[in-house]
T-cell receptor, first 116, second 112 residues
Framework: GAVVSQHPSRVICKSGTSVKIECRSL??????MFWYRQFPKQSLMLMAT?????????EQGVEKDKFLINHASLTLSTLTVTSAHPEDSSFYIC????????????FGSGTQLSVL | SQQGEEDPQALSIQEGENATMNCSYK?????LQWYRQNSGRGLVHLIL?????REKHSGRLRVTLDTSKKSSSLLITASRAADTASYFC????????????FGGGTRVLVKP
């Protein structure tokens, strides 16, 4: 099946620094990738939809200047958490669809961000 | 807000028993999917059932869909300790702009 690689898997950073998370589709092209945030024992909350070659579409309440998304190629999307603060600590997961809208998603293994 | 709500939130069973979890949703959907997540990991797709389907099987998994009740169930038969995970339903509907919306999840613990 399709593989999505996400790294780093875990990052610890100081407050005020920026952190970049990469999401790659290894064996298929993904025109659309999705970024989620997940708190412990809770569901996934969609943050934004990343579209190759165009601006990301952010969900209501998600600060686009805080969470920068770049989808420069058909196999790579990046999420940069800028000026991270402790409240940004969370589990971030990306996914990509190999097919059309509503088809199954392939997920990265997630990134645990801890901001000190 | 989440489209799907899952019931129960947590389930503890003995190995060999069946595990059943339910998902209810609010608006019309095109598809409903079930995913599994091991602790601290990404999600793995289990089954996709379309709105015109009523039941689907995959190995030890059985999914039903009742669009009149806006609900779905996931049954895991003859559970194993390795089935311990969180299980999420996800719906895709016009109201959500065809994006997947995830339910709250059911945490399943299978005791050996």
């Amino acid at each position: 099946g399709a593989v999505v690689s996400q790294h780093p898997s875990r990052v610890i950073c100081k407050s005020g620094t920026s952190v970049k998370i990469e999401c790659r589709s290894l064996d298929f092209q993904a025109t659309t990738m999705f970024w989620y945030r997940q708190f412990p024992k809770q569901s996934l909350m969609l943050m934004a939809t990343s579209n190759e070659g165009s601006k990301a579409t952010y969900e209501q309440g998600v600060e686009k200047d805080k969470f920068l998304i770049n989808h420069a190629s058909l196999t790579l999307s990046t999420l940069t958490v800028t000026s991270a603060h402790p409240e940004d600590s969370s589990f971030y997961i990306c996914s990509a669809a190999a097919g059309g809208a509503g088809e199954k998603l392939f997920f990265g293994s997630g990134t645990q961000l801890s901001v000190l | 807000s989440q489209q799907g709500e899952e019931d129960p939130q947590a389930l503890s069973i003995q190995e060999g028993e069946n595990a059943t979890m339910n998902c209810s949703y609010k608006t019309s959907i095109n598809n409903l999917q079930w995913y599994r997540q091991n602790s601290g990991r990404g999600l793995v797709h289990l089954i996709l059932i379309r709105s015109n389907e009523r039941e689907k099987h995959s190995g030890r998994l059985r999914v039903t869909l009742d669009t009149s009740k806006k609900s779905s169930s996931l049954l895991i038969t003859a559970s194993r300790a390795a089935d311990t995970a969180s299980y999420f339903c996800a719906t895709d509907g016009v109201a959500a702009g065809n994006k997947l919306t995830f339910g709250g999840g059911t945490r399943v613990l299978v005791k050996p």
